[in-house]
């Protein structure tokens, strides 16, 4: 399985600014993911981030909001703009094993926005 | 519209028994399921998964069952530990190699000693 990290682990943040998070991974992986956890609710899959090609993002998410970055097959950033409360969330990247048929995921980072 | 859905939030199970964790799903198009257990604080750990082709896999204690024409998996701990103690989600894809993953609720799982 690969290993994955995130960055920051956490942050507490003022309404109207903007937040990049950062997404490692050990070994190079054709798809990564996007997903936010809101407080009590399940899993969001927000976009599909592939190295070389444009983000693909789920309804209800869009590109001004959450800007995708894939520079490489190791690394992807996400950013969340103009944060409102309503963003205060879990965000989760993945990384997909066509091989092994699972996603694994990184620890997140826990955002509140203020 | 709710795809996956585990109504039960909350299973409390003596140490040793088994735990039994529901999962139902709408969308028939479905056709790979996975579990993840996630302590506080720490991203999704995968489990167990199972292809549509298949009605049980087996992985040490987890068992995942599917049962297609109801629209329903399940996953039995036997025997329950307490360390797996924590909140259980099952995950649904129409694409093979676990892409665009839809997510239940998650249900918390108390082993009490």
């Known amino acids: 399985s690969a290993v994955i990290s995130q960055k920051p682990s956490r942050d507490i943040c003022q309404r109207g600014t903007s937040l990049t998070i950062q997404c490692q991974v050990d070994s190079q992986v054709t798809m990564m993911f996007w997903y936010r956890q809101q407080p009590g609710q399940s899993l969001t899959l927000i976009a599909t981030?592939?190295?070389?090609?444009?983000?693909?993002?789920e309804s209800g998410f869009v590109i001004d909001k959450f800007p995708i970055s894939r520079p490489n097959l190791t690394f992807s950033t996400l950013t969340v703009s103009n944060m409102s409360p309503e963003d205060s969330s879990i965000y989760l990247c993945?990384?997909?094993?066509?091989?092994?048929?699972?996603?694994?995921f990184g620890p997140g980072t826990r955002l509140l926005v203020l | 519209d709710q795809q996956v859905k585990q109504n039960s939030p909350s299973l409390s199970v003596q140490e040793g028994r088994i735990s039994i964790l529901n999962c139902d799903y709408t969308n028939s198009m479905f056709d790979y399921f996975l579990w993840y257990k996630k302590y506080p604080a720490e991203g999704p750990t995968f489990l167990i998964s199972i292809s549509s082709i298949k009605d049980k896999n087996e992985d040490g204690r987890f068992t995942v069952f599917l049962n297609k024409s109801a629209k329903h998996l399940s996953l039995h701990i036997v025997p329950s530990q307490p360390g797996d103690s924590a909140v259980y989600f099952c995950a649904a894809s129409s694409f093979q190699g676990a892409q665009k993953l839809v997510f239940g609720q998650g249900t918390r799982l108390t082993i009490n000693p």
């Open positions: 981030a592939n190295q070389g090609s444009e983000a693909t993002y």
């Open positions: 993945s990384v997909g094993s066509a091989s092994s048929g699972t996603q694994y």
